[in-house]
């Protein structure tokens, strides 16, 4: 627990200090701060340097996969030299070697409905940066239960989505938005369909953007918004999206009560 910023504190995080909205107390607030990062590839790459650069004080990484060269077009946490070692272990090798004072937590497998809630309920925020739906249901569905806020990204080819999830408070939850899996024969991933390699930067980078809002309580907040990226076009644009009163999870009735492994077919 940090009581006060040190002197080489002062020195690491000055830019931040010096900005009305942060200054100290904000970058305490960060230092004490605890964020789980669901993957460790192209958006959990921007998002956990990001973090670790601006001080965030315990970063916890969930990851089961190895690194393969063809991660290294996008998921710049990772180099050629630890191709084939696990990614948190490569992912703790990056953030060390950009702040070694933060703490972090390595999570080593996957996240499941057996061992969300015990991960979850230990830190302030959890960002998605996972590749698959039934993954994103269930992070949705958990920290919804646990009344910690959300924020997610998703990328394919040369767009992506961001928005953030507070349900457990007034905003709507993942479920309001996409209320089912779409069917599988729809759905390609990156490995299929193919990724341009700095989206996930763009997208990555807004997610810890974002991140760091909701701890320090800055700016407008995207619960309630959904915002979309165009590279191709150079276009922002953000959908409003309400709460869904028919929602199984957040609605006025709902029908989800615990965690739950939401089936793609």
């Known amino acids: 627990m940090h009581a006060e910023i040190t002197d080489d504190q002062l020195l690491r995080y000055a830019r931040h200090i010096i900005l009305d909205e942060v200054g100290e107390e904000g970058q305490l607030k960060l230092l004490n701060s605890k964020v789980l990062v669901v993957g460790a590839g192209g958006l959990g790459s921007p998002i956990l340097l990001y973090l670790a650069a601006a001080g965030v004080g315990t970063l916890g990484i969930v990851d089961f996969d190895t690194v393969d060269i063809s991660n290294l077009q996008r998921q710049i946490l990772h180099a050629t030299n630890r191709v084939g070692a696990p990614k948190v272990d490569s992912a703790i090798e990056a953030i060390r070697a950009v702040n070694s004072e933060i703490t972090i937590c390595p999570h080593k497998g996957k996240l499941t409905a057996e061992n969300a809630m015990e991960l979850v309920r230990d830190y302030d925020l959890v960002t998605d940066g996972c590749d698959n739906f039934t993954t994103r249901y269930l992070i949705n569905d958990v920290c919804h239960l646990a009344g910690v806020p959300l924020v997610a990204g998703a990328l394919q080819r040369f767009e992506g989505q961001l928005s953030t999830f507070k349900s ?69 644009r953000k959908i409003r999206v309400p709460p869904d009163p028919a929602c199984p999870l957040c609605g006025s009735q709902p029908t989800i009560t615990s965690v739950e492994v939401v089936p793609q077919s």
Not at 214 to 224: A, P
Request: one cysteine or more.
């Open 168 to 236: 457990h408070k007034d905003g709507p939850c993942y479920r309001c938005l996409f209320p089912n899996p779409p069917p599988p024969a729809t759905t390609a991933s990156c490995e299929t369909a193919g990724i341009f390699g700095s989206i996930a930067g763009v997208i990555g980078t807004v997610q810890a953007t974002e991140v760091l809002k909701e701890l320090l309580g800055l700016g407008e907040s995207l619960s309630g918004s959904l915002l979309l990226y165009d590279g191709l076009n150079t276009t922002f």
